[in-house]
């Protein structure tokens, strides 16, 4: 099926390690995001790929680093993972200047 | 950033329609509405958007007030499957992917039988 997919999907992390969240679209989209979700609040922007080659802070991009790799894919990088970054995160690209977003079914890090 | 106003909770009964309220009072003349949703467990996934008419797709309808100020998402027969949180968002679409998706809290829609 077409999409967003994010691997992998659930990560348990102690204080100190790193580790790569990976991401892929098969949509052909310029655009992609990374967004994390803490509990009973909405997504916030870390980081964002406008087209392959850029790359732009988001909110909060303290703490993390991203990568595009090609036109499919973008990674999200903790160099070393604090339990503050315990959260859901979600992978989603789109069309430059398009409206709809689509959004991966997320990776859930426990940082321990 | 236009920021937007959304109630934090509604519930509804299935099988009725659901009208889910979305203020805007500082919205500027580019900005577009658009409405996600987040099912339990999911990723966000797109429903409706628009600028200035009503607009009407396979899975809800969008009302937009004539000043712009609010806005209404209508489900028109609610199921058990509709019940998610629903994002109300502004975007100047005419700004690329620069301007991106900033979300609120939304509307914990509840679904009752």
Request: proline share 4%.
């Amino acid at each position: 099926n077409a999409g967003v997919t994010q691997t992998p999907k659930f990560q348990v992390l102690k204080t100190g390690q790193s580790m790569t969240l990976q991401c892929a679209q098969d949509m052909n989209h310029n655009s992609m995001y990374w967004y994390r979700q803490d509990p009973g609040m909405g997504l916030r922007l870390i980081y964002y790929s406008a087209s392959e080659g850029t790359t732009d802070k988001g909110e909060v991009p303290n703490g993390y680093n991203v990568s595009r790799l090609n036109k499919r894919e973008f990674s999200l990088r903790l160099e070393s993972a604090a339990p503050s970054q315990t959260s859901v995160y979600f992978c989603a690209s789109s069309e430059r200047d398009s409206y709809g977003y689509t959004f991966g079914s997320g990776t859930r890090l426990t940082v321990v | 950033d236009a920021k937007t106003t959304q109630p934090n909770s509604m519930e509804s009964n299935e099988e009725e329609p659901v009208h889910l309220p979305c203020n805007h009072s500082t919205i500027s003349g580019t900005d577009y509405i658009h409405w996600y949703r987040q099912l339990p467990s999911q990723g966000p996934e797109y429903v409706i958007h628009g600028l200035t008419s009503n607009v009407n797709n396979r899975m809800a309808s969008l009302a937009i007030a004539e000043d712009r100020k609010s806005s209404t998402l209508i489900l028109h027969r609610a199921t058990l499957r509709d019940a998610a949180v629903y994002y109300c968002i502004l975007r100047d679409d005419y700004g690329g992917a620069t301007n991106k998706l900033i979300f609120g809290t939304g509307t914990l829609l509840a679904v009752q039988p």
